[in-house]
């Protein structure tokens, strides 16, 4: 059980224009989803966490027009990077928790961005 | 703030040693202790967890105990595998607060 999905895995863009990644809990309502920035050969750092129908909380640091997230429904979340530039170039983690709390989450696999 | 502390890597060990990844941590309030495993190419596994000061977390041969006295929540297994080989992240959730240490690379030879 706790099943967190990612679509894409991997995905290469042009700079300037936008990406959307989709973040699923397959077998679990997640009333909270975070989202994660990873460098490469560095640890995770939290952008936002989203809560189901409200809007997302960024974390200081992080322009949420830059990153959009929408938390439509209950199973699924969306990070769209707008615009993406080289240095957006990433791996992109999401969690799930269905308590709505970072001691109960989930990860998915990653999504790894490359723009060109 | 928030912060957690590893030490820092890469290591390198041979095959059936003993193993130590060192983390501290320091944070307001009680949060839960985390270890996950980041294998090549791939996204976050929990290996194991504490929520409470005393708890030990133990899984797949590896184990951590939370101790509230010294901050620590240091990563231990006996006997290494070469499968063992993958960045080992420690990291602390309280609420909506999520922290991660920087990673330690562990790379077990044959």
């Known amino acids: 059980g706790a099943v967190v999905s990612q679509h894409p895995s991997r995905v290469i863009c042009k700079s300037g224009t936008s990406v959307k990644i989709e973040c699923r809990s397959l077998?679990?309502?997640?009333?909270?989803m975070f989202w994660y920035r990873q460098f490469p050969k560095q640890s995770l750092m939290l952008m936002a966490t989203?809560?189901?129908?409200?809007?997302?909380?960024?974390e200081q640091g992080v322009e949420k027009d830059k990153f959009l997230i929408n938390h439509a429904s209950l199973t699924l979340s969306t990070l769209t990077v707008t615009s993406a530039h080289p240095e957006d170039s990433s791996f992109y983690i999401c969690?799930?928790?269905?308590?709505?709390?970072?001691?109960?989450?989930?990860f998915g696999p990653g999504t790894r961005l490359l723009v060109l | 703030g928030n912060s957690v502390t590893q030490m820092e890597g890469p290591v390198t060990l041979s095959e059936e040693a003993f193993l130590t990844i060192n983390c501290t941590y320091t944070a307001t309030g009680y949060p839960s202790l985390f270890w996950y495993v980041q294998y090549p190419g791939e996204g976050l596994q929990l290996l194991l967890k504490?929520?409470?000061?005393?708890d030990k977390g133990s899984n797949k041969g590896f184990e951590a105990t939370y101790r509230k006295e010294t901050t620590s929540f240091h990563l231990e297994k006996g006997s290494v595998q070469v499968s063992d080989s993958a960045v080992y992240f420690c990291a602390l959730g309280y609420g909506q607060n999520f922290v991660f240490g920087p990673g330690t690379r562990l790379s077990v030879l044959p």
């Open positions: 077998d679990f309502q997640a009333t909270t």
């Open positions: 969690s799930a928790s269905y308590l709505g709390v970072t001691e109960t989450q989930y």
């Open positions: 504490a929520t409470k000061a005393d």
């Open positions: 989203s809560n189901e129908g409200s809007k997302a909380t960024y």
